[in-house]
């Protein structure tokens, strides 16, 4: 299936451990994103990559690194695990140039941190 | 229920009737705007979209309506069904040709069958 793909679907972790999600997409698509949703639903962008080359960094804390491989993975590495990092994490992608601003998301990453 | 503590603001509707979602959004230089619909454990899914050149498209039992004068947009729903119970989320491109989607805060909708 043509799809935005995370893994793992549920992490669950202590303080101060380091983890890793990863996305994957077979879309085709040159953008992917990491949008962070908290327990009240609100959706924030964290990260966009195009091509492999960072291009918004929201003032995310530096314990959250993103590396892109490739164009049609970006993954997600966290330091230092805090408790207020519980959330449930998206990837997204898209194609870039006009008329083509709709993002695909994954079915995200839910993140507990005890 | 899943709605205590989250502080959505929610709307419950008789299935069969119009659904009338609202948006208010932020920058009045956005030039893109789209609804998203997301199901319990599932991420976003697209909706329908408007550019700012344009103050109504419709789709398959949805519309959108954009009123730039007061930075406000509406997802309307028709005969809506259980299926449709649902967060709803409204986002704008407030980036401009350098692409950022922001979100708004969210509408739980309740199908009562």
């Known amino acids: 299936d043509t799809a935005v793909s995370q893994t793992p679907k549920y992490l669950v972790t202590q303080m101060g451990n380091d983890k890793s999600i990863k996305c994957e997409q077979n879309?085709?698509?040159?953008?992917m994103y990491w949008y962070k949703q908290d327990s009240k639903k609100f959706l924030k962008i964290m990260f966009s990559y195009n091509n492999k080359e960072l291009i918004i960094n929201e003032t995310v804390p530096n314990r959250f690194s993103p590396k892109s491989p490739d164009k049609a993975h970006l993954n997600l590495h966290i330091n230092s695990l805090e408790l207020g990092d519980s959330a449930v994490y998206f990837c997204a992608s898209r194609h870039t140039g006009p008329a083509n601003e709709k993002l695909f998301f994954g079915s995200g990453t839910q993140l507990s941190v005890l | 229920g899943e709605s205590v503590g989250l502080h959505l603001p929610t709307l419950s509707v008789q299935e069969g009737d119009n659904s009338i979602i609202n948006c208010a959004y932020s920058?009045?230089?956005?030039?893109?705007f789209i609804w998203y619909k997301q199901e319990s454990g599932k991420g976003p899914q697209f909706i329908i979209d408007?550019?700012?050149?344009?103050d109504k498209r419709q789709g398959q039992r949805v519309t959108v309506l954009l009123n730039k004068t007061v930075k406000h947009l509406s997802l309307q729903i028709a005969a809506t069904q259980p299926g449709d119970s649902a967060v709803y989320f409204c986002?704008?491109?407030?980036?401009?040709?350098?692409?950022?989607?922001?979100f708004g805060k969210g509408t739980l909708l309740t199908v009562n069958p």
């Open positions: 879309l085709g698509h040159d953008t």
């Open positions: 408007i550019r700012s050149n344009m």
């Open positions: 986002a704008e491109n407030s980036g401009g040709s350098n692409y950022k989607l922001t």
């Open positions: 920058n009045s230089a956005s030039d893109y």
